[in-house]
């Protein structure tokens, strides 16, 4: 139920009333609603003076379920795809030739073709909920459901996988998860007098925001600055934009990262800057997408060091799972789910008629990707992580040209584009923390594996649904999705060989993570870190810096002159500041819903 009313809000939120607001590692609509429950929990508790009525477990469950059903709502998720399906042919025109190009290529039980159905769609006006509109969206809906179901089931069994080696032999922190953790399983955290004077100073001031955007003779807070107007001569201009903003929950999710990382992200967004300034000094083109080339080599560099370092443990698993040993059951369900996985995508894909060699190579890339994403949240915890404009059909073409591949496999992995948009919502991540959860508070595996998979089914049939409601009642909305149509026109009309330039870039990050990393593993004074490099440049980081830069310094001042101690002291403050500005953030995109007027919102 509250996944269902968690898609109509985010998605009538996002489309409407704020910018964006499932942008960031922890979901601020799934902290509000698991804040409110763990309050009525202790309420009515004391109120009864018997067991509180929910226990952690519960309270565990019910956000584990709500972030990965709120993952694949979010703003790069499923908010990416709906449009896909029907913009290939409702933005076709005799100029773009994109009927001749790529129609017949469109798997039609993937899309939407129907020119009624997409002129409603498009238009807005209209009603979903009407029998030729159902008719016409239902067999795409359902056999996009059944891929979702499988892609995330398979990223679960990757977990299943990885999990003992990442949580229980390298103990890695996951420090996403700390907030949800205290809400769920220590009631004392909500009386706790610290939390609630950092909630109280981020909550105020989203309060003073939200009335100033309502009413300006409110006086704004002014924790928001633009630098930009200020660099207007060469070769600072080069920068573009430059801003220094103070979020409390970056301020708040960067006290649990590693000093190296919360260091390591602040100074390469400012290394990435001044590399513009230094090319414009020497007078070198900056153009053409470098940065999430380097970005893109130093995540794949991330993921496959994560496989390495877990190399031992897999093997032992897979012999594990060959002798069917009795005590590993979980692994034998994670690896035939796998094999399962692998089967279907493959049946699925060449079905849509892509060839079977690169759809191994493309969910081979994917999965690294994936892995990556997962290995730095469990490891390190940044507040945001995205890969823009690098998806694995890029990455196959950058290397190997279009002519290999073809418009009947070219054109369908189109469609794909929206699972690689920008990775910042990806389900995988939500998955580990789950079975991090799961171990701190003894929650059957069994069970959490099935709550993880009514999610994904709940969460995917409501975000069609919500979406589809939202998009034939407003015009305007559904204009996501164009940009892989016109990359694909470009590669069919005009047909590229392989990329030496653009693989030079993507060469260098992924070499130059490994340095960082051999560097990071090698001497302890060393202060760069590679996931700092991958994630330190990009739309999100680039309005957060300034806020982990904060939080880096406040808790090296701490470590400094208070010692541990004094840093676990202040845990709960920085724990209120992300709480506080979540909560009132989710409260003025929840008031703006359900009055129907653009709200301040919390982010950018």
């Given at each position: 139920?509250?996944?269902v009313?968690?898609a109509?809000?985010?998605?009538?939120?996002?489309?409407?009333?704020?910018w964006?607001?499932t942008d960031?590692?922890l979901?601020p609509t799934v902290i509000f609603v698991?804040?409110?429950?763990a309050?009525?929990n202790?309420?009515f508790?004391?109120a009864?003076?018997?067991?509180l009525?929910l226990?952690p477990?519960?309270l565990?469950?019910?956000?584990v379920m709500?972030s990965?059903?709120t993952?694949l709502?979010?703003?790069?998720m499923?908010?990416q795809?709906?449009p896909?399906?029907?913009n290939g042919?409702?933005?076709?025109?005799p100029?773009n030739?994109?009927?001749?190009?790529?129609?017949?290529?469109?798997?039609k039980?993937l899309?939407?073709s129907?020119p009624?159905?997409?002129d409603e769609y498009?238009?807005?006006?209209f009603?979903?909920?009407?029998e030729?509109n159902i008719r016409k969206?239902?067999?795409p809906a359902?056999?996009?459901?059944?891929f979702?179901?499988?892609l995330l089931f398979g990223?679960?069994?990757v977990?299943?996988v990885?999990?003992k080696?990442?949580?229980e032999?390298?103990k890695?922190?996951?420090p996403?998860?700390?907030l949800?953790?205290?809400?769920?399983?220590?009631?004392?955290?909500?009386t706790?007098?610290l939390?609630?004077?950092g909630?109280?100073i981020?909550a105020m001031i989203?309060?003073?925001?939200?009335?100033?955007?309502?009413f300006?003779?409110?006086?704004?807070?002014?924790?928001k600055w633009?630098?930009?107007?200020?660099?207007t001569?060469?070769p600072?201009?080069?920068m573009g934009s430059?801003?220094?903003n103070i979020?409390g929950?970056a301020?708040?999710?960067?006290?649990?990262?590693?000093l190296?990382l919360?260091f390591?992200l602040?100074?390469?967004?400012l290394?990435w800057?001044?590399?513009?300034?230094f090319?414009?000094?020497?007078?070198w083109r900056?153009?053409?997408?470098?940065q999430?080339?380097q970005r893109?080599?130093?995540?794949?560099?991330?993921?496959i060091?994560?496989l390495?370092?877990s190399r031992?443990?897999?093997?032992?698993?897979?012999?594990?799972?060959?002798?069917?040993?009795?005590?590993?059951g979980?692994?034998?369900?994670?690896?035939?789910g796998?094999l399962?996985?692998?089967?279907?995508m493959?049946?699925f894909?060449y079905?849509?008629?892509?060839?079977?060699w690169s759809?191994?190579v493309y969910?081979t890339?994917?999965a690294?990707l994936s892995?990556?994403v997962?290995?730095?949240?469990a490891?390190?915890?940044?507040?945001?992580h995205?890969?823009?404009?690098?998806?694995?059909?890029q990455?196959?073409v950058?290397?190997?040209g279009?002519?290999?591949?073809g418009?009947n496999t070219?054109?369908?992995f189109a469609?794909l584009?929206?699972?690689?948009?920008?990775?910042?919502?990806?389900?995988m991540?939500?998955?580990l923390?789950?079975?991090k959860?799961s171990?701190?508070?003894?929650?059957?595996?069994?069970k959490?594996?099935i709550?993880i998979?009514?999610?994904?089914l709940?969460?995917?049939i409501?975000?069609?649904?919500s979406h589809?409601g939202f998009y034939?009642?407003y015009?305007g909305?559904a204009i996501?999705?164009t940009g892989p149509?016109?990359?694909l026109?470009?590669?069919?009309?005009?047909?590229?060989?392989?990329?030496?330039?653009?693989?030079?870039?993507l060469?260098?990050?992924f070499?130059?993570t490994?340095?960082?990393m051999f560097?990071t593993r090698r001497?302890?004074w060393w202060q760069?870190?590679?996931?700092?490099?991958a994630?330190?440049?990009?739309?999100?980081i680039?309005?957060?810096?300034f806020?982990?830069f904060?939080?880096w310094?406040?808790?090296?001042m701490?470590?400094?002159?208070g010692?541990?101690?004094?840093?676990?002291?202040?845990?709960?403050?920085f724990?209120?500041?992300?709480?506080g500005?979540?909560f009132?953030?989710?409260f003025?995109?929840?008031?703006?819903?359900?009055?129907n007027?653009?709200?301040?919102?919390?982010?950018?």
């Amino acid at each position: 139920m509250l996944i269902v009313l968690s898609a109509v809000w985010v998605v009538g939120a996002e489309n409407r009333i704020i910018w964006e607001i499932t942008d960031f590692s922890l979901f601020p609509t799934v902290i509000f609603v698991l804040f409110i429950l763990a309050l009525f929990n202790l309420i009515f508790g004391k109120a009864l003076r018997r067991k509180l009525p929910l226990n952690p477990a519960d309270l565990a469950i019910i956000y584990v379920m709500l972030s990965i059903a709120t993952s694949l709502f979010a703003h790069d998720m499923m908010r990416q795809l709906l449009p896909i399906m029907g913009n290939g042919f409702w933005f076709a025109t005799p100029e773009n030739e994109w009927q001749d190009l790529f129609h017949r290529y469109l798997p039609k039980w993937l899309v939407v073709s129907d020119p009624k159905a997409l002129d409603e769609y498009y238009r807005g006006g209209f009603s979903f909920f009407t029998e030729y509109n159902i008719r016409k969206w239902l067999i795409p809906a359902l056999t996009w459901t059944a891929f979702i179901f499988v892609l995330l089931f398979g990223m679960l069994c990757v977990n299943i996988v990885v999990r003992k080696q990442w949580t229980e032999n390298e103990k890695l922190s996951y420090p996403i998860i700390r907030l949800p953790l205290e809400l769920s399983a220590n009631p004392k955290f909500l009386t706790n007098k610290l939390m609630w004077i950092g909630f109280g100073i981020t909550a105020m001031i989203e309060l003073l925001a939200g009335l100033h955007y309502l009413f300006p003779i409110v006086p704004s807070p002014g924790l928001k600055w633009s630098i930009t107007p200020y660099l207007t001569s060469r070769p600072w201009n080069a920068m573009g934009s430059f801003d220094m903003n103070i979020y409390g929950f970056a301020v708040g999710l960067a006290y649990f990262m590693p000093l190296t990382l919360s260091f390591s992200l602040w100074f390469f967004n400012l290394f990435w800057k001044m590399q513009l300034v230094f090319f414009s000094v020497v007078g070198w083109r900056a153009g053409g997408g470098w940065q999430g080339e380097q970005r893109a080599g130093a995540w794949l560099g991330i993921g496959i060091l994560a496989l390495w370092t877990s190399r031992t443990h897999i093997k032992e698993t897979i012999i594990s799972f060959l002798r069917r040993r009795s005590e590993d059951g979980l692994y034998r369900f994670a690896y035939i789910g796998l094999l399962f996985s692998a089967i279907f995508m493959m049946v699925f894909w060449y079905q849509a008629g892509a060839s079977v060699w690169s759809i191994l190579v493309y969910f081979t890339i994917y999965a690294v990707l994936s892995i990556s994403v997962t290995r730095m949240r469990a490891e390190l915890g940044p507040p945001t992580h995205e890969l823009h404009s690098v998806h694995p059909d890029q990455i196959m073409v950058m290397f190997a040209g279009t002519r290999p591949f073809g418009p009947n496999t070219l054109a369908p992995f189109a469609l794909l584009d929206w699972i690689a948009y920008g990775y910042r919502s990806h389900p995988m991540p939500h998955q580990l923390e789950a079975f991090k959860l799961s171990e701190r508070l003894h929650i059957n595996n069994g069970k959490l594996i099935i709550a993880i998979m009514i999610a994904v089914l709940v969460g995917t049939i409501a975000t069609f649904l919500s979406h589809l409601g939202f998009y034939y009642k407003y015009s305007g909305y559904a204009i996501w999705g164009t940009g892989p149509f016109y990359t694909l026109q470009s590669w069919l009309a005009h047909p590229v060989g392989t990329d030496f330039a653009t693989i030079n870039h993507l060469g260098f990050g992924f070499f130059f993570t490994f340095f960082l990393m051999f560097m990071t593993r090698r001497y302890l004074w060393w202060q760069f870190h590679p996931v700092g490099y991958a994630t330190g440049s990009g739309w999100a980081i680039s309005w957060m810096w300034f806020s982990v830069f904060l939080s880096w310094l406040a808790k090296r001042m701490i470590l400094n002159y208070g010692g541990s101690k004094a840093y676990r002291t202040a845990i709960p403050l920085f724990l209120g500041f992300i709480l506080g500005q979540f909560f009132m953030g989710s409260f003025w995109s929840l008031l703006g819903l359900i009055i129907n007027r653009s709200m301040y919102t919390i982010f950018p």
